[in-house]
Protein backbone atom coordinates (compact mmCIF):
# COMPACT_ATOMS: atom_id res chain seq x y z
CA UNK A 1 0.00 0.00 0.00
CA UNK A 2 1.12 3.27 -0.88
CA UNK A 3 0.20 6.28 1.26
CA UNK A 4 -1.54 8.98 -0.79
CA UNK A 5 -0.25 12.32 -0.79
CA UNK A 6 -3.08 14.91 -1.46
CA UNK A 7 -5.67 13.22 1.26
CA UNK A 8 -3.56 11.29 3.67
CA UNK A 9 -5.38 7.95 3.23
CA UNK A 10 -3.84 4.80 3.24
CA UNK A 11 -4.93 3.48 -0.88
CA UNK A 12 -4.84 -0.59 -1.61
CA UNK A 13 -4.60 -2.10 -5.10
CA UNK A 14 -7.85 -2.37 -6.99
CA UNK A 15 -9.05 -5.98 -6.29
CA UNK A 16 -11.82 -5.86 -9.61
CA UNK A 17 -8.91 -5.69 -12.36
CA UNK A 18 -8.19 -8.91 -12.01
CA UNK A 19 -11.86 -10.02 -12.88
CA UNK A 20 -12.41 -6.76 -15.25
CA UNK A 21 -9.22 -8.38 -17.21
CA UNK A 22 -10.86 -12.21 -17.04
CA UNK A 23 -14.04 -10.88 -17.97
CA UNK A 24 -12.08 -9.29 -21.15
CA UNK A 25 -10.38 -12.14 -21.91
CA UNK A 26 -13.37 -14.15 -22.01
CA UNK A 27 -15.70 -11.74 -24.71
CA UNK A 28 -14.59 -12.97 -27.47
CA UNK A 29 -16.93 -10.12 -29.18
CA UNK A 30 -17.01 -6.50 -28.52
CA UNK A 31 -17.23 -3.16 -29.70
CA UNK A 32 -15.21 -3.51 -32.70
CA UNK A 33 -17.26 -6.84 -34.13
CA UNK A 34 -15.40 -9.59 -35.40
CA UNK A 35 -18.03 -9.44 -38.74
CA UNK A 36 -16.27 -6.41 -39.20
CA UNK A 37 -12.63 -6.93 -38.54
CA UNK A 38 -11.47 -8.18 -41.62
CA UNK A 39 -12.93 -5.39 -43.41
CA UNK A 40 -11.55 -2.74 -41.10
CA UNK A 41 -7.99 -4.10 -41.71
CA UNK A 42 -8.24 -4.88 -45.66
CA UNK A 43 -9.71 -1.22 -45.59
CA UNK A 44 -6.79 0.17 -43.69
CA UNK A 45 -4.14 -1.57 -46.01
CA UNK A 46 -5.77 -0.26 -48.92
CA UNK A 47 -5.97 3.18 -47.35
CA UNK A 48 -2.02 3.10 -46.32
CA UNK A 49 0.41 3.69 -49.73
CA UNK A 50 3.36 2.49 -48.32
CA UNK A 51 6.14 1.83 -50.87
CA UNK A 52 9.35 0.36 -49.15
CA UNK A 53 12.42 0.31 -52.28
CA UNK A 54 15.67 -1.17 -51.38
CA UNK A 55 18.25 1.57 -52.11
CA UNK A 56 21.94 1.95 -52.12
CA UNK A 57 23.76 3.42 -48.63
CA UNK A 58 24.59 6.82 -50.87
CA UNK A 59 21.15 7.00 -51.39
CA UNK A 60 19.98 7.38 -47.90
CA UNK A 61 18.67 10.69 -47.34
CA UNK A 62 20.09 12.61 -43.81
CA UNK A 63 22.35 9.30 -43.27
CA UNK A 64 25.90 8.79 -43.39
CA UNK A 65 28.95 6.76 -42.72
CA UNK A 66 31.35 8.59 -39.68
CA UNK A 67 34.40 9.21 -41.78
CA UNK A 68 36.74 8.15 -38.52
CA UNK A 69 35.24 4.91 -37.64
CA UNK A 70 32.62 4.15 -40.38
CA UNK A 71 29.50 3.76 -38.22
CA UNK A 72 26.30 4.95 -39.98
CA UNK A 73 24.79 7.47 -38.26
CA UNK A 74 21.48 10.38 -38.66
CA UNK A 75 22.37 13.87 -39.13
CA UNK A 76 20.68 14.97 -36.41
CA UNK A 77 22.89 12.24 -33.90
CA UNK A 78 19.02 10.93 -32.54
CA UNK A 79 17.46 7.61 -33.98
CA UNK A 80 19.64 5.16 -33.74
CA UNK A 81 23.29 4.48 -35.14
CA UNK A 82 24.54 1.07 -36.60
CA UNK A 83 28.05 0.49 -34.91
CA UNK A 84 30.03 -2.35 -34.40
CA UNK A 85 30.40 -4.66 -31.15
CA UNK A 86 33.15 -6.56 -29.96
CA UNK A 87 32.26 -9.77 -27.97
CA UNK A 88 33.77 -12.26 -25.42
CA UNK A 89 31.76 -14.62 -23.83
CA UNK A 90 31.82 -18.24 -21.88
CA UNK A 91 28.22 -19.26 -23.78
CA UNK A 92 27.80 -20.95 -26.45
CA UNK A 93 30.08 -22.42 -29.35
CA UNK A 94 31.79 -19.48 -30.65
CA UNK A 95 33.38 -17.52 -27.76
CA UNK A 96 34.73 -13.90 -29.64
CA UNK A 97 33.36 -12.50 -32.09
CA UNK A 98 32.72 -9.06 -33.59
CA UNK A 99 29.28 -7.53 -35.48
CA UNK A 100 27.50 -4.56 -36.69
CA UNK A 101 24.33 -3.72 -33.81
CA UNK A 102 21.79 -0.87 -33.73
CA UNK A 103 22.63 1.31 -30.93
CA UNK A 104 19.23 3.14 -29.93
CA UNK A 105 20.24 4.95 -26.21
CA UNK A 106 16.35 6.51 -26.05
CA UNK A 107 13.82 4.21 -24.60
CA UNK A 108 10.63 4.75 -25.99
CA UNK A 109 6.94 4.00 -25.28
CA UNK A 110 4.92 1.56 -25.95
CA UNK A 111 1.71 2.33 -24.89
CA UNK A 112 -1.92 0.62 -24.70
CA UNK A 113 -4.71 2.50 -23.81
CA UNK A 114 -8.24 0.48 -22.03
CA UNK A 115 -11.20 1.59 -21.05
CA UNK A 116 -14.50 0.15 -20.34
CA UNK A 117 -16.88 -0.20 -23.43
CA UNK A 118 -20.70 -1.83 -22.32
CA UNK A 119 -18.99 -2.92 -19.02
CA UNK A 120 -15.96 -4.83 -20.33
CA UNK A 121 -12.51 -4.02 -20.83
CA UNK A 122 -11.57 -2.89 -24.17
CA UNK A 123 -7.50 -1.95 -25.65
CA UNK A 124 -7.57 0.96 -28.22
CA UNK A 125 -5.59 -0.95 -30.83
CA UNK A 126 -3.76 1.08 -34.21
CA UNK A 127 -3.38 -0.33 -37.99
CA UNK A 128 -0.10 0.58 -38.28
CA UNK A 129 2.66 0.26 -41.20
CA UNK A 130 6.25 -0.33 -40.67
CA UNK A 131 8.83 -0.21 -43.67
CA UNK A 132 10.42 -3.74 -42.70
CA UNK A 133 7.04 -5.48 -42.20
CA UNK A 134 6.52 -8.45 -44.29
CA UNK A 135 2.74 -7.47 -45.16
CA UNK A 136 1.41 -4.47 -44.73
CA UNK A 137 -0.80 -2.80 -41.42
CA UNK A 138 -0.40 -5.06 -38.04
CA UNK A 139 -1.98 -4.55 -34.97
CA UNK A 140 0.40 -2.02 -32.88
CA UNK A 141 0.03 -0.53 -29.67
CA UNK A 142 -2.04 2.66 -29.06
CA UNK A 143 1.33 4.30 -28.90
CA UNK A 144 4.35 2.75 -30.06
CA UNK A 145 7.21 5.73 -30.62
CA UNK A 146 11.08 6.29 -30.26
CA UNK A 147 11.65 9.57 -28.17
CA UNK A 148 13.17 11.28 -31.39
CA UNK A 149 9.91 10.68 -33.01
CA UNK A 150 7.12 11.85 -30.09
CA UNK A 151 9.53 15.10 -29.71
CA UNK A 152 9.15 15.22 -33.32
CA UNK A 153 12.92 15.44 -34.20
CA UNK A 154 11.45 14.49 -37.83
CA UNK A 155 9.67 17.84 -37.84
CA UNK A 156 6.16 15.35 -38.51
CA UNK A 157 3.00 15.45 -37.13
CA UNK A 158 2.31 14.53 -33.76
CA UNK A 159 1.52 11.05 -32.07
CA UNK A 160 -1.99 10.33 -31.36
CA UNK A 161 -2.94 9.83 -27.81
CA UNK A 162 0.57 10.31 -26.62
CA UNK A 163 -0.54 12.38 -23.87
CA UNK A 164 -2.27 9.53 -21.52
CA UNK A 165 1.41 7.99 -21.60
CA UNK A 166 3.35 11.13 -20.94
CA UNK A 167 2.63 11.72 -17.35
CA UNK A 168 -0.72 9.72 -16.62
CA UNK A 169 -2.48 10.24 -13.25
CA UNK A 170 -0.99 7.47 -10.88
CA UNK A 171 -4.14 5.75 -10.43
CA UNK A 172 -4.50 4.83 -14.14
CA UNK A 173 -1.74 3.14 -15.20
CA UNK A 174 -2.41 -0.45 -14.88
CA UNK A 175 1.07 -1.79 -15.97
CA UNK A 176 4.51 0.25 -16.57
CA UNK A 177 7.85 -1.38 -16.71
CA UNK A 178 11.25 -1.22 -18.39
CA UNK A 179 11.60 -4.44 -20.96
CA UNK A 180 14.44 -5.41 -23.78
CA UNK A 181 14.30 -6.01 -27.05
CA UNK A 182 16.09 -8.46 -29.27
CA UNK A 183 19.47 -8.58 -27.54
CA UNK A 184 21.86 -9.77 -30.63
CA UNK A 185 20.55 -7.05 -32.81
CA UNK A 186 20.20 -3.87 -30.23
CA UNK A 187 22.71 -2.73 -27.80
CA UNK A 188 20.99 -2.28 -24.43
CA UNK A 189 17.57 -1.44 -25.96
CA UNK A 190 14.77 -0.46 -23.47
CA UNK A 191 11.19 0.48 -24.58
CA UNK A 192 8.51 1.74 -21.65
CA UNK A 193 5.51 -0.77 -21.86
CA UNK A 194 2.65 0.70 -20.29
CA UNK A 195 -1.05 0.23 -19.76
CA UNK A 196 -2.85 3.22 -19.05
CA UNK A 197 -6.73 2.91 -18.27
CA UNK A 198 -9.26 6.34 -19.73
CA UNK A 199 -12.27 6.82 -17.90
CA UNK A 200 -13.51 10.36 -18.32
CA UNK A 201 -12.31 12.43 -21.95
CA UNK A 202 -13.96 13.43 -24.52
CA UNK A 203 -12.67 11.73 -26.95
CA UNK A 204 -14.07 8.62 -25.96
CA UNK A 205 -17.44 9.76 -25.29
CA UNK A 206 -20.57 7.83 -27.07
CA UNK A 207 -20.86 9.11 -30.24
CA UNK A 208 -17.51 10.53 -30.76
CA UNK A 209 -15.69 9.16 -33.60
CA UNK A 210 -12.04 7.17 -33.48
CA UNK A 211 -9.43 8.12 -36.19
CA UNK A 212 -9.84 5.55 -39.12
CA UNK A 213 -6.43 3.82 -37.85
CA UNK A 214 -7.96 2.65 -34.10
CA UNK A 215 -10.52 0.63 -32.53
CA UNK A 216 -11.49 -1.13 -29.61
CA UNK A 217 -10.74 -4.72 -28.71
CA UNK A 218 -11.08 -7.18 -26.13
CA UNK A 219 -8.47 -9.44 -25.15
CA UNK A 220 -10.03 -12.10 -25.97
CA UNK A 221 -10.62 -10.71 -29.32
CA UNK A 222 -6.52 -10.15 -29.50
CA UNK A 223 -6.04 -13.53 -27.98
CA UNK A 224 -7.57 -15.14 -31.42
CA UNK A 225 -6.09 -12.67 -33.39
CA UNK A 226 -2.65 -13.49 -31.91
CA UNK A 227 -3.20 -16.85 -34.07
CA UNK A 228 -3.37 -15.05 -37.45
CA UNK A 229 0.04 -15.14 -39.64
CA UNK A 230 1.73 -11.45 -39.16
CA UNK A 231 -1.12 -9.24 -37.56
CA UNK A 232 -0.41 -8.45 -34.12
CA UNK A 233 2.79 -6.97 -34.03
CA UNK A 234 6.33 -7.43 -31.30
CA UNK A 235 5.38 -4.32 -29.85
CA UNK A 236 1.27 -5.13 -28.99
CA UNK A 237 2.43 -9.11 -28.33
CA UNK A 238 5.04 -7.47 -25.43
CA UNK A 239 2.85 -4.80 -24.16
CA UNK A 240 -0.20 -7.91 -23.62
CA UNK A 241 2.51 -9.86 -21.81
CA UNK A 242 3.10 -7.10 -19.23
CA UNK A 243 -0.53 -6.44 -18.48
CA UNK A 244 -1.68 -7.45 -15.08
CA UNK A 245 -2.38 -11.38 -14.50
CA UNK A 246 -6.55 -11.95 -15.29
CA UNK A 247 -8.04 -13.73 -12.23
CA UNK A 248 -7.52 -17.54 -13.11
CA UNK A 249 -10.66 -19.39 -14.23
CA UNK A 250 -12.43 -21.33 -11.45
CA UNK A 251 -10.64 -25.00 -11.91
CA UNK A 252 -11.75 -28.06 -10.01
CA UNK A 253 -9.55 -31.38 -9.53
CA UNK A 254 -7.09 -31.95 -12.73
CA UNK A 255 -8.83 -33.04 -15.89
CA UNK A 256 -7.20 -32.87 -19.39
CA UNK A 257 -8.69 -30.09 -20.17
CA UNK A 258 -5.81 -27.63 -21.92
CA UNK A 259 -7.82 -24.31 -20.29
CA UNK A 260 -7.49 -25.73 -17.23
CA UNK A 261 -4.24 -26.64 -16.94
CA UNK A 262 -3.44 -22.73 -17.97
CA UNK A 263 -5.65 -21.65 -15.27
CA UNK A 264 -3.79 -23.73 -12.42
CA UNK A 265 -0.43 -22.72 -13.80
CA UNK A 266 -1.39 -18.91 -13.33
CA UNK A 267 -2.92 -19.54 -9.57
CA UNK A 268 0.26 -19.06 -7.10
CA UNK A 269 -1.92 -21.25 -5.01
CA UNK A 270 -1.36 -24.42 -7.14
CA UNK A 271 2.62 -24.18 -6.77
CA UNK A 272 4.88 -25.41 -9.33
CA UNK A 273 8.11 -27.33 -9.41
CA UNK A 274 9.87 -24.78 -8.05
CA UNK A 275 9.31 -22.37 -5.30
CA UNK A 276 9.16 -18.36 -6.38
CA UNK A 277 12.90 -18.11 -3.82
CA UNK A 278 14.79 -21.56 -6.17
CA UNK A 279 13.51 -19.78 -9.03
CA UNK A 280 15.13 -16.49 -8.32
CA UNK A 281 18.33 -18.03 -6.85
CA UNK A 282 18.59 -19.73 -10.48
CA UNK A 283 18.11 -16.67 -12.07
CA UNK A 284 20.85 -15.15 -10.04
CA UNK A 285 23.12 -18.27 -10.42
CA UNK A 286 23.16 -17.69 -14.56
CA UNK A 287 23.91 -14.37 -14.05
CA UNK A 288 26.84 -14.68 -11.62
CA UNK A 289 27.73 -18.00 -13.73
CA UNK A 290 28.27 -16.94 -17.38
CA UNK A 291 30.77 -14.04 -18.63
CA UNK A 292 29.79 -11.96 -21.27
CA UNK A 293 32.35 -8.61 -22.46
CA UNK A 294 31.03 -5.87 -24.59
CA UNK A 295 32.92 -3.14 -26.26
CA UNK A 296 32.12 -0.94 -28.81
CA UNK A 297 34.29 -0.81 -31.87
CA UNK A 298 33.98 1.13 -34.87
CA UNK A 299 32.41 -0.57 -37.32
CA UNK A 300 34.79 -1.18 -40.02
CA UNK A 301 36.75 -2.25 -37.43
CA UNK A 302 33.97 -5.54 -37.43
CA UNK A 303 35.98 -8.70 -38.34
CA UNK A 304 34.18 -11.64 -41.39
CA UNK A 305 31.89 -8.79 -42.21
CA UNK A 306 31.83 -7.54 -46.10
CA UNK A 307 30.18 -3.82 -46.76
CA UNK A 308 29.32 -3.45 -50.49
CA UNK A 309 27.28 -0.27 -51.92
CA UNK A 310 24.08 -1.92 -50.70
CA UNK A 311 24.63 -4.24 -47.97
CA UNK A 312 26.98 -5.12 -44.52
CA UNK A 313 26.79 -8.76 -44.93
CA UNK A 314 28.79 -11.80 -43.11
CA UNK A 315 31.33 -13.31 -45.16
CA UNK A 316 29.11 -16.88 -44.71
CA UNK A 317 25.58 -15.07 -46.00
CA UNK A 318 24.78 -15.88 -42.49
CA UNK A 319 22.91 -14.59 -39.47
CA UNK A 320 21.50 -11.33 -41.09
CA UNK A 321 22.63 -8.23 -42.87
CA UNK A 322 22.18 -4.30 -42.95
CA UNK A 323 20.43 -2.79 -45.95
CA UNK A 324 18.85 0.39 -46.65
CA UNK A 325 15.29 1.38 -47.82
CA UNK A 326 13.45 4.56 -48.77
CA UNK A 327 9.99 4.53 -47.75
CA UNK A 328 7.05 6.57 -49.35
CA UNK A 329 3.51 6.48 -47.32
CA UNK A 330 0.48 8.36 -46.09
CA UNK A 331 -0.25 6.68 -43.06
CA UNK A 332 2.97 8.04 -40.58
CA UNK A 333 3.92 11.36 -38.86
CA UNK A 334 5.79 12.13 -42.17
CA UNK A 335 5.44 11.05 -45.43
CA UNK A 336 8.62 10.03 -46.98
CA UNK A 337 12.12 9.13 -45.55
CA UNK A 338 14.83 6.53 -45.45
CA UNK A 339 17.03 4.35 -43.12
CA UNK A 340 18.80 1.39 -42.70
CA UNK A 341 17.07 -2.11 -41.63
CA UNK A 342 18.48 -4.88 -40.25
CA UNK A 343 17.61 -7.77 -42.71
CA UNK A 344 17.70 -11.25 -41.35
CA UNK A 345 18.98 -14.83 -42.92
CA UNK A 346 16.32 -17.09 -43.04
CA UNK A 347 12.82 -18.09 -40.50
CA UNK A 348 13.27 -17.98 -37.12
CA UNK A 349 11.86 -21.08 -34.80
CA UNK A 350 10.86 -19.37 -31.21
CA UNK A 351 9.79 -22.76 -29.40
CA UNK A 352 8.01 -23.15 -26.03
CA UNK A 353 8.12 -26.21 -24.48
CA UNK A 354 5.08 -26.67 -22.21
CA UNK A 355 4.21 -29.89 -19.92
CA UNK A 356 1.74 -30.76 -17.09
CA UNK A 357 2.77 -31.86 -13.82
CA UNK A 358 -0.06 -32.94 -11.71
CA UNK A 359 -2.36 -30.72 -13.68
CA UNK A 360 -0.66 -27.27 -13.77
CA UNK A 361 0.86 -26.34 -16.90
CA UNK A 362 4.84 -25.64 -16.74
CA UNK A 363 7.15 -24.22 -19.47
CA UNK A 364 10.47 -24.56 -20.22
CA UNK A 365 12.25 -21.57 -20.52
CA UNK A 366 16.18 -20.99 -21.22
CA UNK A 367 18.41 -18.66 -19.24
CA UNK A 368 19.76 -17.09 -22.50
CA UNK A 369 23.09 -14.99 -22.99
CA UNK A 370 22.88 -12.15 -26.02
CA UNK A 371 25.95 -9.64 -26.41
CA UNK A 372 22.83 -6.68 -26.31
CA UNK A 373 21.36 -7.65 -22.64
CA UNK A 374 21.87 -5.42 -19.93
CA UNK A 375 21.83 -8.15 -17.19
CA UNK A 376 24.04 -10.97 -19.29
CA UNK A 377 21.22 -13.13 -18.97
CA UNK A 378 17.56 -13.26 -19.94
CA UNK A 379 14.75 -15.77 -19.69
CA UNK A 380 13.95 -17.31 -22.89
CA UNK A 381 12.10 -19.24 -24.99
CA UNK A 382 12.85 -22.85 -25.19
CA UNK A 383 14.84 -22.74 -28.37
CA UNK A 384 14.98 -19.52 -30.33
CA UNK A 385 16.92 -19.66 -33.39
CA UNK A 386 17.54 -19.70 -36.81
CA UNK A 387 17.86 -22.98 -37.97
CA UNK A 388 20.43 -22.20 -40.99
CA UNK A 389 22.95 -20.32 -39.04
CA UNK A 390 23.69 -23.86 -37.36
CA UNK A 391 23.44 -26.33 -40.15
CA UNK A 392 27.07 -25.78 -41.07
CA UNK A 393 28.16 -27.07 -37.58
CA UNK A 394 28.19 -30.39 -36.28
CA UNK A 395 25.06 -31.68 -34.34
CA UNK A 396 26.40 -31.40 -30.88
CA UNK A 397 26.44 -27.33 -31.87
CA UNK A 398 22.94 -27.64 -32.58
CA UNK A 399 20.81 -25.64 -30.18
CA UNK A 400 18.73 -28.03 -27.30
CA UNK A 401 15.82 -29.45 -28.13
CA UNK A 402 15.34 -28.40 -31.69
CA UNK A 403 15.20 -31.79 -32.58
CA UNK A 404 12.39 -31.95 -30.37
CA UNK A 405 10.53 -28.94 -32.16
CA UNK A 406 11.32 -30.31 -35.29
CA UNK A 407 9.92 -33.79 -34.47
CA UNK A 408 6.86 -33.00 -32.59
CA UNK A 409 3.52 -34.09 -34.21
CA UNK A 410 0.30 -31.51 -35.06
CA UNK A 411 -1.32 -33.26 -32.01
CA UNK A 412 1.26 -31.69 -29.82
CA UNK A 413 1.59 -28.34 -31.61
CA UNK A 414 -1.32 -26.02 -29.14
CA UNK A 415 -0.10 -23.00 -31.01
CA UNK A 416 1.68 -22.14 -34.35
CA UNK A 417 1.51 -19.10 -36.08
CA UNK A 418 4.24 -16.87 -37.94
CA UNK A 419 4.19 -13.42 -36.06
CA UNK A 420 6.66 -10.61 -37.31
CA UNK A 421 9.60 -8.62 -35.22
CA UNK A 422 9.35 -4.76 -35.12
CA UNK A 423 9.06 -3.93 -38.67
CA UNK A 424 10.61 -0.31 -37.40
CA UNK A 425 14.47 -1.57 -37.08
CA UNK A 426 13.76 -4.80 -39.05
CA UNK A 427 13.27 -5.92 -42.60
CA UNK A 428 10.58 -9.02 -43.59
CA UNK A 429 12.25 -10.40 -39.93
CA UNK A 430 9.49 -13.20 -38.94
CA UNK A 431 9.84 -16.16 -37.16
CA UNK A 432 7.37 -19.27 -36.65
CA UNK A 433 6.17 -19.16 -33.05
CA UNK A 434 4.98 -22.64 -30.73
CA UNK A 435 3.97 -24.12 -27.75
CA UNK A 436 4.50 -27.77 -28.10
CA UNK A 437 3.23 -29.68 -25.37
CA UNK A 438 5.23 -32.60 -24.36
CA UNK A 439 4.82 -35.60 -21.96
CA UNK A 440 4.56 -35.10 -17.95
CA UNK A 441 7.79 -37.24 -17.93
CA UNK A 442 9.46 -34.94 -20.51
CA UNK A 443 13.23 -34.33 -18.74
CA UNK A 444 15.28 -30.79 -19.01
CA UNK A 445 17.93 -32.93 -19.88
CA UNK A 446 19.88 -31.82 -16.83
CA UNK A 447 20.69 -28.57 -18.27
CA UNK A 448 22.03 -25.66 -15.68
CA UNK A 449 20.54 -23.17 -18.58
CA UNK A 450 16.75 -24.45 -18.64
CA UNK A 451 13.94 -24.31 -15.58
CA UNK A 452 10.50 -25.36 -16.11
CA UNK A 453 8.25 -22.41 -14.85
CA UNK A 454 4.58 -21.75 -14.16
CA UNK A 455 2.85 -18.94 -15.93
CA UNK A 456 2.01 -17.79 -12.42
CA UNK A 457 6.03 -17.34 -12.09
CA UNK A 458 6.52 -15.86 -15.44
CA UNK A 459 3.78 -13.00 -14.85
CA UNK A 460 5.31 -12.43 -11.37
CA UNK A 461 9.04 -12.15 -13.37
CA UNK A 462 7.51 -9.73 -15.91
CA UNK A 463 6.32 -6.82 -13.51
CA UNK A 464 10.43 -6.22 -13.43
CA UNK A 465 12.84 -4.97 -15.73
CA UNK A 466 15.19 -7.90 -17.59
CA UNK A 467 14.00 -10.88 -16.75
CA UNK A 468 12.33 -12.14 -19.61
CA UNK A 469 12.81 -11.73 -23.42
CA UNK A 470 10.81 -10.44 -26.18
CA UNK A 471 10.30 -13.71 -27.73
CA UNK A 472 9.47 -15.38 -24.43
CA UNK A 473 6.73 -12.31 -23.90
CA UNK A 474 5.66 -12.82 -27.28
CA UNK A 475 4.60 -16.29 -26.39
CA UNK A 476 3.73 -15.54 -22.60
CA UNK A 477 0.41 -13.18 -24.89
CA UNK A 478 -0.07 -16.35 -26.53
CA UNK A 479 -0.01 -18.68 -23.84
CA UNK A 480 -2.35 -16.95 -21.87
CA UNK A 481 -5.37 -17.29 -24.67
CA UNK A 482 -5.05 -21.39 -25.06
CA UNK A 483 -8.41 -22.64 -24.82
Known sequence: MERHAATGLLRK??????????????????????????????????????????????????????????????????????????????????????????????IGILGILVREVDGVLHCLMQAKSEPGNVNGVQLSPTVQATKSNYTRVHGGKPVPYLDFFRDPPPEQVLADVLQSEQGSWFYRKRNRNMVVEVT??????????????????????????????????????????????????????????????????????????????????WITSRQAAHYVDTTAVPLHEVRGWRRTDAEISHELGLYFSIVAVDITTNGREVASWSQPLVRPFGTGVVALLVKRVEGVLHALVNARVEPGYLDVVELAPTVQCTPENYDHLPPGDHPPFLDVVRASTPEQVLFSTQLSEEGGRFYHAHSEYQIIEVAPDFPDAGLADFRWLTVHQLNELLRHSHYVNVQARSLLACLRGLR
Open 200 to 281: DDPRFDDGAELPEDFRWLTLGQLHALLRVDNLVNMDARTVLSCMPAPAPAPFGEPSTDLADAVARSAQPTAGGLHTTTEVMS
Open 13 to 106: PDGTLPHRLARSAATLDGATPNSELADWIAERNAAHRHEVTRIRFDQLRQWHFDPAGGDLRHDSGRFFRVQGLSVRTDYGHVRHWTQPIINQPE
